[in-house]
């Protein structure tokens, strides 16, 4: 389980404020209420930011108190609201921002989001000097540096939940599915619900160069399936950057044969309850961002590695690609024999 890392306190911080950036992920309101309890309890106000750098810019800041972020832990989104921020890419916009941040005697930015808000945060901090800290949270799990992202967890249950439903349609017309969920870039989430879910085969972004040999390896393992008497098959694939990869798919598996139906999960993993693994994670990972800049650190993102809490140098996140377990998918085919 991870924990609290306990460090010396070597700076003094009067406020910090806090913001969601990027793409939403459920488990951001229970790290905003652990960054706001836990700087309280360290005799720090904390300011909220409303939609991320977009707000930071049109000064959406306003205090937070105890009581702000009661009755939030179980909520999906954020409440502070997230947004993408073009204007961000300029380095006068970023110079704008660190100074209203001093305006209001702010010391230290704690940003909840993924690989692009936090080369925001890091460019902010290397140009201005202005302390930046970044705190993981993303359902795709795709942030160098850390094993867990805040989010990933809940998003894997939802679409786990989703197969487990599909899953009774498929056997009761043996029938072949083909059930995709997000993930542009990674495979994490199609991983995880396909180990989870029992899918005949993960397809995932990783592995899918080129495009054709997926395809003849889908069409196999379906063979394979028929041959030992299977009548019915859930296939998990990750959504990749090919709109519409999936319906190809399917088509290409008509064309061997094998009619399958396709279920796009889509947005229905981005929103919902956290799971508790998310909550405690966030919860942890928000205070933990709160002591680490008491700790005199910055530009840099609280991660996990062997469930301990670590500071990873931002230059140790940005733009790298976090290598994908490709033992487990290759575990994931033998259990689904
Ligand atoms: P995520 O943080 O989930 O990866 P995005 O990539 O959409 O999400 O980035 C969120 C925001 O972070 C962008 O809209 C922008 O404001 C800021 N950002 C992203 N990349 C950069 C960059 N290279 N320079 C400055 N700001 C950036």
Redesign the pocket.
Known sequence: MIELPLLPIKRKLKSIAVLT???DAPGMNAAIRAVVRFGISQHIQVYGVHK???GLLEGQIEPLYASSVANIIQRGGTILKT???????EKST?KEAAHILERKEIDALVVI????????AS?LETETGFSTIGVPG?IDNDVAGTEDTIGFDTAVNTAIEAIDRIRDTASSHDRIFLVEVMGRNAGYIALLTGVGGGAETIVVPEHRKPTKVSIDAISKTVERGIKRGKSSSIIVVAEGNTPGFTQLIAAELEKKGHAAKVCILGHTQRGGTPTAHDRHLASVMGASAVMYLLNGKSNGMVGVRDDKIQLVPFSKVIGKTKPFPDEMLRFAQVLAV
């Open positions: 950036s990027g793409g991320g750098y977009s947004d993408r921020c073009e204007a961000f890419f970023r989001g993924g690989d692009g808000s936090f080369t925001g460019l993303t």
